[in-house]
Protein backbone atom coordinates (compact mmCIF):
# COMPACT_ATOMS: atom_id res chain seq x y z
CA UNK A 1 0.00 0.00 0.00
CA UNK A 2 2.91 2.12 0.79
CA UNK A 3 4.31 1.92 -2.56
CA UNK A 4 1.44 2.05 -4.40
CA UNK A 5 0.61 6.09 -2.55
CA UNK A 6 4.30 7.27 -3.30
CA UNK A 7 3.69 5.96 -6.75
CA UNK A 8 0.52 7.87 -6.70
CA UNK A 9 2.49 10.96 -5.21
CA UNK A 10 5.02 11.23 -7.44
CA UNK A 11 2.89 10.54 -10.48
CA UNK A 12 0.51 13.83 -9.67
CA UNK A 13 2.59 16.72 -10.43
CA UNK A 14 4.21 14.96 -13.54
CA UNK A 15 1.13 14.35 -14.64
CA UNK A 16 -1.00 16.74 -16.90
CA UNK A 17 -4.24 18.30 -14.78
CA UNK A 18 -6.92 16.85 -17.40
CA UNK A 19 -5.54 13.07 -16.93
CA UNK A 20 -5.04 13.31 -12.70
CA UNK A 21 -8.09 11.54 -12.34
CA UNK A 22 -6.87 8.11 -14.37
CA UNK A 23 -3.64 7.87 -11.83
CA UNK A 24 -5.40 6.23 -9.15
CA UNK A 25 -6.97 3.18 -11.95
CA UNK A 26 -3.17 2.76 -13.56
CA UNK A 27 -1.60 2.31 -9.99
CA UNK A 28 -4.32 -0.68 -9.38
CA UNK A 29 -3.09 -2.17 -12.77
CA UNK A 30 0.35 -1.80 -12.09
CA UNK A 31 0.19 -3.03 -8.73
CA UNK A 32 -2.24 -6.19 -9.87
CA UNK A 33 0.61 -6.64 -12.46
CA UNK A 34 3.20 -6.74 -9.90
CA UNK A 35 0.87 -9.24 -7.94
CA UNK A 36 0.70 -11.39 -10.27
CA UNK A 37 3.87 -10.94 -12.40
CA UNK A 38 4.16 -14.83 -12.61
CA UNK A 39 0.77 -15.49 -13.55
CA UNK A 40 1.46 -12.53 -16.00
CA UNK A 41 4.97 -13.17 -17.51
CA UNK A 42 3.59 -16.20 -20.54
CA UNK A 43 1.38 -13.02 -21.95
CA UNK A 44 3.71 -10.77 -21.17
CA UNK A 45 6.69 -12.72 -23.04
CA UNK A 46 4.62 -13.63 -25.91
CA UNK A 47 3.22 -10.47 -26.40
CA UNK A 48 6.36 -8.70 -26.09
CA UNK A 49 7.86 -11.43 -28.78
CA UNK A 50 5.05 -11.43 -31.21
CA UNK A 51 6.36 -7.46 -31.47
CA UNK A 52 9.62 -7.86 -31.73
CA UNK A 53 9.40 -10.51 -34.88
CA UNK A 54 6.88 -7.77 -36.36
CA UNK A 55 9.85 -5.47 -36.98
CA UNK A 56 11.75 -7.71 -39.13
CA UNK A 57 9.07 -6.85 -41.43
CA UNK A 58 9.23 -2.71 -41.54
CA UNK A 59 10.98 -1.65 -44.50
CA UNK A 60 11.74 1.34 -42.71
CA UNK A 61 12.34 2.03 -38.45
CA UNK A 62 11.68 5.98 -37.71
CA UNK A 63 8.46 6.47 -35.53
CA UNK A 64 6.69 3.81 -33.86
CA UNK A 65 3.37 4.83 -31.75
CA UNK A 66 2.00 2.26 -29.18
CA UNK A 67 -1.13 2.88 -28.14
CA UNK A 68 -2.16 2.12 -24.53
CA UNK A 69 1.43 1.73 -23.29
CA UNK A 70 0.07 2.19 -19.76
CA UNK A 71 2.37 0.42 -17.11
CA UNK A 72 4.99 -1.09 -20.71
CA UNK A 73 3.72 -4.19 -18.98
CA UNK A 74 3.63 -6.35 -22.22
CA UNK A 75 5.60 -3.10 -24.39
CA UNK A 76 9.08 -4.29 -25.17
CA UNK A 77 9.81 -0.10 -24.97
CA UNK A 78 13.58 -0.66 -24.81
CA UNK A 79 13.56 -3.04 -27.51
CA UNK A 80 11.67 -0.63 -29.66
CA UNK A 81 14.03 2.41 -28.54
CA UNK A 82 16.92 0.88 -29.79
CA UNK A 83 15.06 0.00 -32.92
CA UNK A 84 13.49 2.70 -34.24
CA UNK A 85 14.47 6.39 -34.32
CA UNK A 86 11.55 7.17 -31.89
CA UNK A 87 9.10 5.83 -29.98
CA UNK A 88 6.03 7.98 -28.39
CA UNK A 89 3.78 5.91 -25.96
CA UNK A 90 0.14 7.29 -25.61
CA UNK A 91 -2.29 6.76 -22.87
CA UNK A 92 -3.88 8.55 -20.76
CA UNK A 93 -2.27 7.28 -17.63
CA UNK A 94 1.97 7.32 -17.70
CA UNK A 95 2.47 6.78 -13.97
CA UNK A 96 5.99 6.80 -12.59
CA UNK A 97 7.12 3.38 -13.08
CA UNK A 98 6.89 3.82 -16.81
CA UNK A 99 8.34 6.77 -17.01
CA UNK A 100 11.08 5.62 -14.61
CA UNK A 101 11.92 2.95 -17.18
CA UNK A 102 12.31 5.19 -20.13
CA UNK A 103 13.94 8.14 -18.97
CA UNK A 104 17.06 6.75 -20.02
CA UNK A 105 15.88 6.90 -23.87
CA UNK A 106 16.45 10.39 -25.05
CA UNK A 107 14.22 8.89 -28.22
CA UNK A 108 10.94 7.74 -26.50
CA UNK A 109 8.42 10.18 -25.40
CA UNK A 110 5.15 9.84 -23.46
CA UNK A 111 2.38 11.37 -24.61
CA UNK A 112 -1.64 11.65 -22.27
CA UNK A 113 -4.37 11.62 -24.62
CA UNK A 114 -7.89 10.18 -24.18
CA UNK A 115 -8.09 7.79 -26.84
CA UNK A 116 -12.36 6.52 -26.57
CA UNK A 117 -14.32 7.67 -29.47
CA UNK A 118 -16.84 7.89 -26.43
CA UNK A 119 -15.43 11.50 -25.24
CA UNK A 120 -13.45 12.68 -28.39
CA UNK A 121 -13.70 13.54 -31.56
CA UNK A 122 -11.94 11.35 -34.21
CA UNK A 123 -9.25 9.88 -31.38
CA UNK A 124 -6.90 8.70 -33.55
CA UNK A 125 -6.40 11.80 -35.64
CA UNK A 126 -3.24 12.97 -34.24
CA UNK A 127 -1.17 10.48 -36.16
CA UNK A 128 -2.39 12.21 -39.35
CA UNK A 129 0.60 14.99 -37.67
CA UNK A 130 2.95 12.11 -36.17
CA UNK A 131 5.73 12.72 -38.43
CA UNK A 132 7.95 9.99 -40.04
CA UNK A 133 5.12 7.62 -38.98
CA UNK A 134 6.22 3.66 -39.68
CA UNK A 135 3.96 1.41 -37.54
CA UNK A 136 1.52 1.67 -34.74
CA UNK A 137 0.79 -0.94 -32.18
CA UNK A 138 -2.65 -1.21 -30.44
CA UNK A 139 -1.69 -3.17 -26.94
CA UNK A 140 -4.74 -4.76 -25.10
CA UNK A 141 -6.54 -1.17 -25.24
CA UNK A 142 -9.33 -2.00 -27.25
CA UNK A 143 -11.33 -3.98 -24.46
CA UNK A 144 -10.53 -0.91 -22.02
CA UNK A 145 -11.71 1.45 -24.28
CA UNK A 146 -15.20 -0.50 -24.19
CA UNK A 147 -14.88 -0.93 -20.42
CA UNK A 148 -14.80 2.62 -20.05
CA UNK A 149 -17.65 3.70 -22.32
CA UNK A 150 -21.44 5.21 -21.36
CA UNK A 151 -23.76 2.04 -21.14
CA UNK A 152 -24.76 1.13 -24.23
CA UNK A 153 -21.83 2.73 -26.30
CA UNK A 154 -19.42 0.16 -25.58
CA UNK A 155 -19.55 -1.76 -29.28
CA UNK A 156 -19.46 1.94 -30.62
CA UNK A 157 -16.27 2.59 -28.76
CA UNK A 158 -14.85 -1.28 -30.16
CA UNK A 159 -15.98 -0.86 -33.57
CA UNK A 160 -14.65 3.09 -33.83
CA UNK A 161 -10.63 2.01 -32.88
CA UNK A 162 -10.61 -1.21 -34.57
CA UNK A 163 -11.97 0.81 -37.86
CA UNK A 164 -9.61 3.98 -37.44
CA UNK A 165 -6.97 1.83 -36.99
CA UNK A 166 -7.74 0.09 -40.70
CA UNK A 167 -7.60 3.78 -42.42
CA UNK A 168 -3.76 4.61 -41.10
CA UNK A 169 -1.70 4.75 -43.67
CA UNK A 170 1.56 3.15 -41.81
CA UNK A 171 1.94 -0.38 -40.61
CA UNK A 172 -0.32 -1.49 -37.99
CA UNK A 173 -0.41 -4.20 -35.12
CA UNK A 174 -3.01 -5.38 -32.86
CA UNK A 175 -2.94 -6.98 -29.73
CA UNK A 176 -6.02 -7.36 -27.78
CA UNK A 177 -8.12 -9.99 -25.07
CA UNK A 178 -11.14 -10.35 -26.53
CA UNK A 179 -13.08 -12.23 -23.72
CA UNK A 180 -13.11 -14.20 -20.56
CA UNK A 181 -14.09 -17.05 -18.99
CA UNK A 182 -13.93 -17.81 -14.85
CA UNK A 183 -13.56 -21.21 -13.91
CA UNK A 184 -13.92 -22.81 -10.76
CA UNK A 185 -11.33 -24.82 -8.97
CA UNK A 186 -12.25 -27.98 -10.76
CA UNK A 187 -11.89 -26.38 -13.84
CA UNK A 188 -15.71 -25.57 -15.07
CA UNK A 189 -16.67 -22.80 -16.50
CA UNK A 190 -18.86 -20.13 -14.30
CA UNK A 191 -19.35 -16.88 -16.42
CA UNK A 192 -17.90 -15.98 -20.07
CA UNK A 193 -17.81 -12.51 -21.22
CA UNK A 194 -17.32 -10.45 -24.72
CA UNK A 195 -14.86 -8.16 -24.45
CA UNK A 196 -15.59 -6.87 -27.45
CA UNK A 197 -18.97 -6.69 -27.24
CA UNK A 198 -20.36 -8.77 -30.30
CA UNK A 199 -18.16 -7.25 -32.51
CA UNK A 200 -16.72 -10.50 -34.66
CA UNK A 201 -12.82 -10.63 -35.35
CA UNK A 202 -11.00 -12.27 -38.26
CA UNK A 203 -8.64 -15.11 -37.32
CA UNK A 204 -5.53 -14.09 -35.81
CA UNK A 205 -2.82 -15.17 -36.69
CA UNK A 206 -1.96 -16.27 -33.09
CA UNK A 207 -3.78 -16.45 -29.74
CA UNK A 208 -3.40 -17.49 -26.21
CA UNK A 209 -4.90 -17.60 -23.02
CA UNK A 210 -3.68 -14.78 -20.35
CA UNK A 211 -4.35 -15.46 -16.58
CA UNK A 212 -5.65 -12.31 -15.64
CA UNK A 213 -7.27 -13.23 -11.95
CA UNK A 214 -5.68 -16.06 -10.60
CA UNK A 215 -7.60 -17.99 -7.81
CA UNK A 216 -7.43 -15.68 -4.45
CA UNK A 217 -6.71 -12.56 -6.65
CA UNK A 218 -10.48 -11.78 -7.23
CA UNK A 219 -12.34 -14.33 -5.61
CA UNK A 220 -11.02 -17.84 -3.36
CA UNK A 221 -13.56 -20.20 -5.64
CA UNK A 222 -12.58 -18.85 -9.63
CA UNK A 223 -10.14 -17.50 -11.36
CA UNK A 224 -10.52 -15.28 -14.94
CA UNK A 225 -8.83 -16.03 -17.68
CA UNK A 226 -8.73 -13.52 -20.93
CA UNK A 227 -8.51 -15.15 -24.80
CA UNK A 228 -5.77 -12.52 -26.53
CA UNK A 229 -5.69 -12.28 -30.35
CA UNK A 230 -2.94 -11.05 -31.76
CA UNK A 231 -2.57 -9.42 -35.57
CA UNK A 232 0.81 -8.54 -36.78
CA UNK A 233 -0.63 -7.20 -39.80
CA UNK A 234 -4.55 -5.43 -38.91
CA UNK A 235 -5.01 -3.84 -41.87
CA UNK A 236 -4.72 -6.87 -43.91
CA UNK A 237 -6.91 -9.23 -41.06
CA UNK A 238 -9.12 -6.86 -41.22
CA UNK A 239 -9.71 -6.16 -45.04
C1 LIG B 1 -4.72 -3.50 -20.00
S1 LIG B 1 -3.93 -1.93 -19.97
C2 LIG B 1 -2.69 -2.07 -21.22
C3 LIG B 1 -1.44 -2.61 -20.63
C4 LIG B 1 -0.21 -2.12 -21.34
N1 LIG B 1 -0.23 -2.45 -22.77
C5 LIG B 1 1.05 -2.66 -20.70
O1 LIG B 1 1.99 -2.98 -21.43
O2 LIG B 1 1.11 -2.73 -19.46
C6 LIG B 1 -5.06 -0.85 -20.76
C7 LIG B 1 -4.55 0.57 -20.88
O3 LIG B 1 -5.55 1.32 -21.54
C8 LIG B 1 -5.51 2.63 -21.02
N2 LIG B 1 -6.78 3.28 -21.33
C9 LIG B 1 -8.02 2.91 -20.97
N3 LIG B 1 -8.92 3.78 -21.47
C10 LIG B 1 -8.23 4.70 -22.17
C11 LIG B 1 -8.61 5.85 -22.91
N4 LIG B 1 -9.89 6.23 -23.01
N5 LIG B 1 -7.65 6.59 -23.51
C12 LIG B 1 -6.34 6.22 -23.41
N6 LIG B 1 -5.91 5.14 -22.71
C13 LIG B 1 -6.85 4.40 -22.10
C14 LIG B 1 -5.29 2.43 -19.54
O4 LIG B 1 -4.77 3.60 -18.95
C15 LIG B 1 -4.31 1.26 -19.54
O5 LIG B 1 -2.99 1.71 -19.48
Given at each position: ?L ?14 E ?15 G ?23 K ?37 I ?46 V ?36 S ?55 K????
Amino acid sequence: MLAETLIYATSYFATPEPFRPHIYEAVGLWARGRRQAQAWLPHTRKTASHIERMIAKLPQRRTVVVLGSGPLFDVPVEFLARHFDRVVLVDRAHIAPARRRTRVHANIRHDWRDLSAATMADPLGFLAGMPELDWVISINLVSQLAAGAPFGSERKVVDAHLDDLTRLSCAVSLVTDVSYRTLDRGGSEREQFDLLYGRRLPQPERSWEWEVAPLGEESRATRRVHKVAFYPDWKQAAA
